[in-house]
T-cell receptor, first 115, second 111 residues
Framework: DQQVKQNSPSLSVQEGRISILNCDYT??????FLWYKKYPAEGPTFLISISSIKDKNEDGRFTVFLNKSAKHLSLHIVPSQPGDSAVYFCAARVNYGGSQGNLIFGKGTKLSVKP | NAGVTQTPKFRILKIGQSMTLQCAQDMNHNYMYWYRQDPGMGLKLIYY???????DKGEVPNGYNVSRSTTEDFPLRLELAAPSQTSVYFC??????????FGPGTRLTVL
């Protein structure tokens, strides 16, 4: 069973517009969420994170929103740029039992930003 | 400061062969991880280590072994390669914060 779900395999937006990538989770024990960005033939790179005690975190063009009651988070990119074209992974931190700090990843959403 | 390095970048194995995927980090991180990523799927945790001499299984450990004799190195061993192990393998490390730093990956094909 998937504990972290990214239901949109792909998303296409126009340069300059907003990109919204969504992520749902099922485990209420997750207490920290991260977004990673991955270009082809490279490893994932950390983008932005949010603690479960917050509902928003901003870093430049990137903002992550967390709705705990809905077990939903979203990544907003404004304005979108062609260099943002990549696969974006949502990840949730496991912080119980013996697995402190381990991450569970969604399947990813491929973002294409068209000039 | 090279971060997390992985070798080789690519490898083709025959069924039943064995190999070791190398991973090294120069950030003095205690935590290290091995993931595999299959096409269209997220990263699945194979094994992890919380420090030298300590390793534990992740979600998909079958067919793999690891060791952690030093803080810097965390090799992943495949003993009897199977087609189901065709995947891209990523190594990662982290310090006490939650951000994991990933290597560039090893693309493995088992024929």
């Amino acid at each position: 069973d998937q504990q972290v779900k990214q239901n949109s395999p792909s998303l296409s937006v126009q340069e300059g517009r907003i990109s919204i990538l969504n992520c749902d989770y099922t485990n209420s024990m997750f207490d920290y969420f991260l977004w990673y960005k991955k270009y082809p033939a490279e490893g994932p790179t950390f983008l932005i994170s949010i603690s479960s005690i917050k509902d928003k975190n901003e870093d430049g063009r990137f903002t992550v929103f967390l709705n705990k009651s809905a077990k939903h988070l979203s990544l907003h990119i404004v304005p979108s740029q062609p260099g943002d074209s990549a696969v974006y992974f949502c990840a949730a931190r496991v912080n119980y039992g013996g697995s402190q700090g381990n991450l569970i990843f969604g399947k990813g959403t491929k973002l294409s930003v068209k000039p | 400061n090279a971060g997390v390095t992985q070798t080789p970048k690519f490898r083709i194995l025959k069924i039943g062969q064995s190999m070791t995927l190398q991973c090294a980090q120069d950030m003095n991180h205690n935590y290290m991880y091995w993931y595999r990523q299959d096409p269209g799927m997220g990263l699945k945790l194979i094994y992890y280590s919380v420090g030298a001499g300590i390793t534990d299984k992740g979600e998909v450990p079958n067919g793999y072994n690891v060791s952690r004799s030093t803080t810097e190195d965390f090799p992943l061993r495949l003993e009897l390669a199977a087609p189901s192990q065709t995947s891209v393998y990523f190594c990662a490390s982290r310090a006490s914060t939650d951000t994991q730093y990933f290597g560039p990956g090893t693309r493995l094909t088992v024929l």
